[in-house]
């Protein structure tokens, strides 16, 4: 009965909610449209983003400002799900928001790497990240050097690590974002405990996050060792340090797998494999994403009144947006609509 009376709230926002997210028709009727314009105007008619696409100058139809509209919904739905949150829920959508953080962060250094003529545009994330978030935007728009991008981090849990890599004067962008990834996990992994005194709800979350460390590793090994050809200790050193099904020992088999044919014999033999029934029709990423789509509603479908309801909410919010991006991509480069609904790919709700 708690976590009912706890969780009522919420529950029927986010049914409210997701009853606005776009539909398989809609995402099929989406990759026929030939221009921004078009998918503005497609936009314009949803209620999830009526409101923001209304308000764009016609001078600011183009991809980029569409995806920072996109990116408003997301924040806006967060909002929502926060204020009708418990304190202990709110406690959760905090360790939650790290992966808005580090999102935020990685594009930063894309720009301070990239040396762009105009460095940032995160006007549209300010009043989100200064209400919700301990980064300063205000500081992170000054930085012009990874040096002073750091320092403006100053403040904040990501200094220390990525202080080390800046100290070291051989870093690339590659080794910033791989850092930001690894301690993002270690630290989600570490205090979902501290965060989580209900038991469903520490077991909900420590299989969904122990899920996703296994399947990003999983798919860290093959993209090394397809597209790399990476040695094992090499391979060691980008992937998560922690495990949840994926035994050590398989693990390690993965890593040290002489032949990318090899490790896909390997891979039959993991939990994930016979789970998910993962096979060589899909790419490693359509794999990740539709694993863990089905575990999200899986989680959601056992326990809606968890925080199961808020984070496969705020997954099918993000997948949506990257699906529409996706998009957004296709028809920038004149695909046809074939062609952009193989790239979308994965489950559509």
Known sequence: MGNLMAYSGIVTKVRAMQAKLLTRQDFENIASLRSVPEIISYLKEKPAYADLMNQMDV?????????KILYQSLYDDYTRIFRFAGLEQKKFLKLY???????????CFRIVF???????????????????????????ITSRSIGE?????????????LRKLRDSNA??????????????????????????TNKKELEIYTRDCGTNMDLLNIQWIYRAKKYYHMLPPDIYSLTIPNHYRLRIDEFKA???????????????????????HIDNSKTMEQLYKECLMHLY???????????ATITT??????????????????????????ETLGYLGGVIQ
Do not use: M
């Not at 001078?59 to 995806?67: D, N």
């Not at 928001?97 to 594009?107: F, G, H, S, T």
């Not at 509603?297 to 925080?307: E, K, M």
């Open 297 to 307: 509603l899986s989680d959601r479908r056992g326990n809606p009144y968890s925080i």
């Open 114 to 140: 990239n040396h762009y003529d105009k460095p940032f545009d995160l006007d549209y994330k300010k009043e989100f990240f200064d209400k919700y978030s301990q980064i300063s935007i205000e500081k992170l």
């Open 313 to 338: 909410y705020l997954f099918l919010k993000e997948e949506e947006i990257y699906k529409l991006t996706t998009a957004l991509e296709c028809i920038r480069y004149g695909l046809s609509s074939r």
């Open 171 to 196: 870093a690339t962008l590659f080794d910033y974002d791989l850092a930001l990834e690894l301690y993002y996990f270690s630290t989600v992994w570490k205090k979902r405990k501290q965060i989580l």
């Open 59 to 67: 001078s600011l139809y183009h991809r980029r400002h569409v995806e």
């Open 97 to 107: 928001l790290k992966r808005y953080e580090v999102d935020l962060i990685n594009y």
């Open 254 to 276: 993965l890593v040290e797998a002489p032949t990318l044919e090899e490790f896909e014999h390997l891979l039959e033999g993991t939990y994930y494999a016979r789970k998910y």
């Open 149 to 161: 991008l750091v320092d403006n981090l100053q403040s904040t849990e990501y200094y220390a690590p």
